[in-house]
């Protein structure tokens, strides 16, 4: 099996990490580095998405008034990479608390951006997102997405449900996502990111193997749990931190028939407007990925 | 390097995973099963355990009569293993919330008894721990701790800083104890983990720089936050997370003098009563670890 698969990947595929990888990123695509405004970036990209209206692109709310529904949060930053899972649940989380015209800068990892000095500061193991609120710095996307819910409650959508079961599921989904992210990077990465000399097939095939039973896994929670989001009726902390991660496997061709559960769940969050709004705009520039996921 | 420092280890130091792992036990040392309570265990071994006064551990509080400084939590079960850093996570915040007379069953990885029918009905990636309170089942550690404080937030120590400063850094350490868990398993695990055929003394180097580098990180971050514990002056959900790992790092042989500020939050948290309380049995009777990393 080795050579097959994850060697036909074009480049801009293999944007699909951030933080929880140990990788340098040589074989990435170039994507132009760019500090460009959010809504800009996306007016001009998005063919369905939900802009954000000149009034709150122009519009500087004096001292002591306060939005109800959004906030401009300039003393954020966020220095991200188009396609990483890890970025794009910072994003979504920003966009559901109506956290509206942060800072942000679009990296190249083909550039090994990520590497550059201005990211090692904030982020010293040279990865993305490097994310900080005022001086407060996180970069870890799980602990950017619990302290902005901390932080904002009352604004945008609740993302911890109160309900006891649906906050258990919530937290236990969530962080079971770790697990198929883990085990989704593993089986994409394992040609580029294993030395020549070191690769073996029987290596390929397990990975493939644990992949496959923690996907079934999933599609199994989806037919048990209903309401229609990972914990129930609510979306929630575990969709935005694992959607990117199921969204990236179907980009990476796995069946849709066999995985009716998951399919429709990956199919109907496509519209939600925090998801479309921060969509990786290298995937619309390609909408296909390598169907390196086919037979699973 | 092949075969050098893990083959010694004695079977007993293997057990020091749980969720967060992909593998099976097989080389685990024998641990009768036994279900007995927490205070009986613990009475008979620590000797200077915060025992549980046989008031509480008797004591059935009337309907509608809540204890403020503790709870009879006969409503949750716990599954674990000996040495495990994530059963112990759970194991210390139960202390920290004051949870006490849980159900508990301290479970064999020898036996493969993290296999068995009893663990998958709960857990079914076959992984201890296997944790639920009522019907809701949580067995990510990182995702009962959450559970735990979120539900009992006013009960025992609080786990949750309410400080912005202290609470962006408790989630940014908590989310990379992962990554730090994850390095430290990858280097001890590596010869009875990988296959005898796929086995390379480049990818055990490259392992090693990989620990050293994220172990060097964390003696830093210890060096510039004051104030004791790994989110400031408040011990935290960050520490019942982390804890386990930096203290398993250390009894496999970390140098002490050469890592000053972790060896220091390593042995005065030794001595905290959650710690203590749930001290894992096995290390009880095999105070030192092998010195695999004493070259780190």
Same mark, same amino acid.
């Given at each position: 099996?080795?050579?097959?698969?994850?060697?036909?990947?074009?480049?801009?595929?293999?944007?699909? !990490?951030?933080?929880?990888?140990? /990788?340098? *990123?040589? !074989?990435?695509?170039?994507?132009?580095?760019?500090?460009?405004?959010?809504?800009?970036? %996306?007016?001009?990209?998005?063919?369905?998405? &939900?802009?954000?209206? %000149?009034?709150?692109?122009?519009?500087?709310?004096?001292?002591?008034?306060?939005?109800?529904?959004?906030?401009?949060?300039?003393?954020?930053?966020?220095?991200?990479?188009?396609?990483?899972?890890?970025?794009?649940? +910072?994003?979504?989380?920003?966009?559901? @608390?109506?956290?509206?015209?942060?800072?942000?800068?679009?990296?190249?990892?083909?550039?090994?951006?990520?590497?550059?000095?201005?990211?090692?500061?904030?982020?010293?193991?040279?990865?993305?997102? =490097?994310? @900080?609120?005022?001086? @407060? #710095?996180?970069?870890? &996307?799980?602990?950017?997405?619990?302290?902005?819910?901390?932080?904002?409650? &009352?604004?945008?959508?609740?993302?911890?449900?109160?309900?006891?079961?649906?906050? =258990? !599921?919530?937290?236990?989904?969530?962080?079971?996502? $770790?697990?198929?992210?883990?085990? /989704?990077?593993?089986?994409?990465?394992?040609? *580029?990111? #294993?030395?020549?000399?070191?690769?073996?097939?029987?290596? +390929?095939?397990?990975?493939?193997?644990? $992949?496959?039973?923690?996907?079934?896994?999933?599609?199994?929670?989806?037919?048990?749990?209903?309401?229609?989001? !990972? =914990?129930?009726?609510?979306?929630?902390?575990?969709?935005?931190?694992?959607?990117?991660?199921?969204?990236?496997?179907?980009?990476?061709?796995?069946?849709?028939?066999?995985?009716?559960?998951? =399919?429709?769940?990956?199919?109907?969050?496509?519209?939600?407007?925090?998801?479309?709004? &921060? *969509?990786?705009?290298?995937?619309?520039?390609?909408?296909?990925?390598?169907?390196?996921?086919?037979?699973?």
């Amino acid at each position: 099996m080795r050579g097959q698969g994850v060697s036909h990947l074009s480049r801009l595929e293999l944007q699909i !990490l951030g933080d929880n990888t140990k /990788m340098g *990123w040589g !074989l990435l695509a170039p994507i132009r580095s760019q500090t460009v405004s959010r809504s800009l970036l %996306y007016n001009r990209r998005l063919p369905h998405s &939900s802009f954000t209206p %000149y009034f709150f692109q122009h519009f500087q709310p004096p001292s002591g008034l306060t939005l109800p529904s959004e906030t401009m949060a300039k003393d954020m930053t966020l220095l991200w990479g188009s396609g990483s899972p890890p970025c794009w649940r +910072v994003m979504i989380a920003l966009e559901e @608390k109506n956290l509206k015209g942060y800072n942000h800068k679009l990296l190249s990892f083909d550039k090994k951006e990520h590497k550059s000095e201005e990211v090692m500061k904030m982020n010293p193991r040279g990865q993305l997102p =490097a994310f @900080k609120h005022g001086d @407060k #710095v996180l970069n870890e &996307s799980y602990a950017a997405c619990l302290y902005l819910e901390n932080q904002f409650k &009352s604004q945008g959508n609740k993302l911890i449900p109160d309900c006891p079961a649906e906050l =258990a !599921l919530m937290y236990q989904r969530m962080l079971e996502g $770790l697990t198929l992210h883990q085990k /989704m990077i593993d089986d994409i990465t394992y040609n *580029w990111k #294993v030395p020549e000399g070191e690769k073996h097939d029987s290596a +390929v095939k397990r990975i493939r193997e644990s $992949l496959t039973a923690e996907i079934k896994l999933w599609e199994g929670y989806l037919q048990k749990t209903s309401g229609g989001f !990972l =914990a129930g009726k609510t979306f929630s902390l575990a969709d935005v931190c694992v959607y990117p991660t199921i969204f990236t496997i179907f980009r990476f061709g796995l069946c849709e028939e066999r995985y009716p559960k998951l =399919a429709a769940y990956y199919n109907r969050l496509k519209d939600r407007p925090s998801i479309k709004a &921060s *969509w990786p705009p290298t995937w619309l520039e390609n909408p296909r990925g390598e169907d390196i996921m086919k037979d699973i």
